[in-house]
């Protein structure tokens, strides 16, 4: 995190980046180690990523007030890109890679 943030009010995106990237090692570090005793914590935890996603959704367009066509498909290249390569790679279902549809979803 940076030393001096410009923005010092709650939930600013320094702050809720910084979450997301411990939430990002917690869940891989989960299905790394199998470590299904903390299932619960991990799906609260989810729930808090996909919230914080929609939350800096609504603060990008509610202050940049950029709602064109080229923003939606830029999101959906980024949300979706990665995960239909994996899944042509791999041979695996969409629903496996369950936060992307749920990412997708909610920002439409």
Request: aromatic content about 24%; cysteine-free.
């Given at each position: 995190?940076?030393?001096?943030?410009?923005?010092?009010?709650?939930?600013n995106r320094?702050?809720?980046?910084?979450?997301?990237?411990?939430?990002?090692f917690?869940f891989l570090?989960y299905?790394?180690?199998e470590a299904?005793?903390i299932y619960?914590?991990?799906?609260v935890?989810?729930?808090c990523?996909v919230?914080?996603?929609?939350f800096?959704?609504?603060?990008?367009?509610y202050?940049?007030?950029d709602f064109g066509f080229?923003?939606?498909?830029q999101?959906m290249?980024?949300l979706?890109?990665?995960v239909?390569w994996?899944?042509?790679?791999h041979g695996?279902t969409f629903?496996?890679?369950?936060?992307n549809p749920?990412?997708?979803f909610?920002?439409?």
């Open positions: 995190m940076k030393e001096n943030p410009k923005d010092t009010s709650v939930l320094d702050q809720t980046e910084e979450w997301k990237g411990w939430m990002q917690l570090m299905h790394y180690f299904k005793e619960n914590s991990i799906r935890f989810i729930s990523y919230w914080m996603t929609g800096g959704n609504f603060s990008f367009f202050i940049k007030r080229v923003r939606f498909w999101m290249w980024r979706n890109f990665l239909f994996l899944i042509m790679v695996n629903i496996l890679y369950y936060i749920l990412h997708t909610y920002f439409l």
